[in-house]
């Protein structure tokens, strides 16, 4: 728990430099950090330079991924609630993250609006036909009484003419 604690000072620093890279580009920094890494712990001299650029290649890895697992677990969270029918949420435009995860944000968050529109227009749609649906019942209970009124004048009718 102190560890998970200690990196959420720690780490932010470097994701916030991840985050404004690409991710092809942060992996090649990150790749290109510890090769030098390691090809200075082989020069003369260069232990501690090479050490240092390791660690800073690992460093700027860890807070990658551990950045990325954040905010891939927000947009997971946000198309769960999605799935689950909740399409009053507002989603911002960008996902704390690099182009490529707000991207994904962005896909999301239009997916949410055009649902909730779609909602809103089957809800227009019924609303439409419940009218409609009524005034065929108001119609047809019009088209009864008349014809029951008539039925009964035809036969009031038939009864005179059978009695005279």
């Not at 911002?92 to 999301?108: F, L, Q, V, Y």
């Amino acid at each position: 728990m102190k560890i998970r604690a200690g990196m959420q000072w720690v780490l932010p620093p470097g994701y916030g430099i991840c985050r404004r890279l690409s991710l092809p580009v942060n992996l090649a920094v990150i790749a290109l950090l510890l090769a030098l890494g390691q090809a200075g712990a082989y020069l003369p001299g260069g232990a501690a330079w090479g050490l240092a650029l390791f660690a800073a290649g690992l460093y700027l890895l860890v807070a990658l991924v551990f950045g990325l697992r954040f905010i891939l677990r927000r947009i997971g969270g946000a198309a769960e609630r999605i799935a689950s029918g909740d399409l009053s949420m507002r989603l911002g435009r960008r996902s704390g993250g690099n182009a490529e995860t707000d991207a994904i944000w962005a896909e999301i968050a239009r997916m949410a609006g055009n649902l909730s529109s779609l909602v809103g227009e089957v809800r227009d749609g019924a609303e439409s036909i419940r009218g409609g649906s009524r005034e065929i019942a108001e119609g047809v209970a019009h088209l009864s009484q008349r014809t029951d009124r008539q039925a009964s004048t035809r036969a009031r009718s038939a009864s005179r003419r059978s009695s005279a």
